[in-house]
């Protein structure tokens, strides 16, 4: 019996180290892609964004000149700094919208009522409709070859335009500021619910596995339905919410036409083709983007963890 133990325990150890090869043979294409695609070019990012990059027939050079480029798009650069803020405020405002918006349409969408699922199919149609091929085939048979006559139109619409609230609320005191922000918010409504589908369908996936049973007790202790939102609904959705809000940061500060994403574009590969000035502010947009996330993290995030552990 003593003579078989180790013919055992090496056959068993030739089989974990077979399933180890066969693991390591699965993640293999993850890390070639990963090294090679992003890890080695947004290394080479980092040190372009900190370098004086020139071009010539021999390839690319570059030398280190420290934080210069950094000053230029910041103190000398004629649109960035506008643009930036401009961009900010107006995802900002835009995330905002659209989360207050999919957590209403998704408490409209989970009552019970005659042909729920075709209602819920028709609020996330927007998200097929304006993506990937569909949109293409969209463009094409409007003659937007670009895209940019089709967003133009929905943007442009005269009939749903804020044009009499701008006199209104400077006459009420409001600042000009955030007079600017709210009638560029309202005129964008229209163009906000496309990108909802999305949280919706989360909110709504969120909403189904609430138990029933905590919604029977509290009919019991006499609750109405707004303080049901408040302690039963809305605690257990900030996990969701929290998500949304990521999503929808990330998917409005990358989202098609963005005029800082243009500005990066074509300082780098258009003209002038400064890799150098759009490697500084490729990363000071995502320094910017990873501020929203921190921001969404204490706002959302911290009170959603503190409620799951109590």
Request: aromatic fraction near 14%; charged fraction near 10%; charge should be positive.
């Amino acid at each position: 019996m003593n003579k078989n133990v180790p013919k055992k325990r090496k056959k068993l150890l030739s089989l974990r180290g077979l399933e180890a090869m066969h693991g390591y043979m699965f993640v293999l294409p993850f890390i070639t892609g990963f090294v090679f695609l992003f890890l080695i070019p947004t290394m080479q990012s980092i040190n372009y964004s900190f370098s004086l990059v020139s071009m010539d027939t021999e390839g690319i050079s570059h030398s280190i000149i420290g934080g210069a480029n950094y000053r230029f798009i910041f103190l000398e650069h004629p649109i960035w700094n506008e643009t930036l803020v401009s961009t900010i405020i107006d995802n900002a405002a835009a995330t905002v919208v659209i989360l207050l918006f999919s957590l209403f349409a998704a408490l409209l969408l989970n009552q019970k009522f005659f042909s729920r699922n075709i209602y819920r199919a028709i609020f996330f149609m927007p998200v097929i409709m304006t993506t990937g091929v569909a949109f293409s085939i969209i463009q094409s048979s409007l003659g937007a070859g670009d895209g940019t006559d089709l967003m133009g139109s929905l943007q442009t619409s005269f009939m749903f335009q804020a044009t009499g609230m701008h006199d209104i609320l400077l006459r009420g005191g409001i600042p000009p500021n955030i007079v600017a922000v709210i009638i560029n918010t309202t005129n964008q409504i229209f163009n906000y619910i496309p990108k909802c589908g999305v949280q919706i369908l989360l909110f709504l996936s969120g909403m189904a596995k609430i138990p029933v049973s905590h919604y029977e007790a509290s009919k019991l202790e006499g609750a109405g339905a707004w303080l049901n939102f408040w302690r039963i609904t809305f605690p257990i959705l900030t996990p969701i919410l929290f998500l949304n809000a990521i999503y929808t940061i990330l998917d409005n500060f990358i989202a098609y036409g963005n005029q800082i994403m243009d500005i990066i574009h074509t300082t780098g590969f258009g003209r002038l083709q400064r890799l150098d000035h759009s490697a500084a502010m490729s990363w000071s947009y995502f320094t910017v983007v990873l501020l929203f996330f921190g921001i969404a993290w204490l706002l959302i995030g911290r009170p959603s963890n503190k409620l799951l552990e109590s």
